[in-house]
């Protein structure tokens, strides 16, 4: 057996801001994909794959029984494919920031619901919002607290703004000229970074007053500028807020910021040849470019491999 494909997703904004009601854009990444399977001779990874995916198993049925007019399983199916090997075959780096759990719970959810809401139906922002609900218990299974935006972007395949927790909606963006200089890369970092713990470094700082401050002030100020900016198309915009974002988060984020990466980062602020971000929670995995000049920045980060994104 093999089922279809979910994709990865990027935030392009809103990674932490959305905790504290600031807009949001996610859009899914093609690039990289996992769809559930059975092989006859697995992998160590399809074992562990597979190991994890009957623990996941036991979790839904807890919910489904705690919760049964949250959503409802084909269980016994479940269980059965569980049993006779499936697991979960992704390209999807975990720890990077680019949805690897969401893509699974959007293919479990895609298999054995019952009742599920399908995207071709009209998706009205009630729907939106109980899928997202839905997600979100299931994918907390993996790392504690989730937003359930990211398997809702696999499962839907479209962008997502979040306008606020309960107002999201379906979106379109600028489309791509890939004769264009201006891009959104991504830039690894060589390390994985862990959500819980960068979460957890994020809600102690909320205790602060003044890092309180600062987010609403500027942090989502900015994140809710460039959003808008982006959906927009008003590019020159878009850069001034980034670069004014990309600040913020290096003097307030510092923990969610690889080490090495504190200098180039402020590299790209100084020379304008680029800005950067926090792709996820941050710690590592990928971190998100924003430029109006693709060679330009990748002269100034010849020593790493970038991965366009987005052009216009």
Known sequence: ??????????????????????????????????????????????????????????????????????????????????????????????????????????AIYDKYATHKITVLENLTREKLLKLKNIFAQMESFFHGKSSGLDPLNSYLSIPILINSKDNIEATGIPTQSFDGKGAVFLLDSGIVGETAPMVNIFMENLKDKGFRAMLKNQFVKYTDACVENFLHGDMKSLFTNTKKLSKVVLNNFKPMIPEQFHGIWQNGIDTNDYYLKLCGSGGGGYILGFTEDLERAKASLKDYKLEVVYQF
């Open 1 to 106: 057996m093999k089922g279809p494909l979910f994709y990865s997703k990027i935030l392009l904004f809103g990674e932490y801001g959305i905790i504290r009601d600031s807009k949001g854009l996610s859009i899914p990444y093609n690039f990289y994909n996992g769809a559930l399977k059975k092989i006859e001779d697995p992998s160590a990874e399809a074992i562990a794959s597979n190991a994890s995916l009957k623990r996941f198993a036991t979790y839904l049925e807890t919910l489904q029984t705690e919760q049964p007019e949250l959503v409802a399983f084909d269980l016994t199916s479940l269980k059965n494919d569980v049993d006779t090997g499936m697991y979960f075959d992704s390209s999807i780096p975990q720890g990077y920031g680019v949805g690897s759990s969401g893509a699974l719970v959007a």
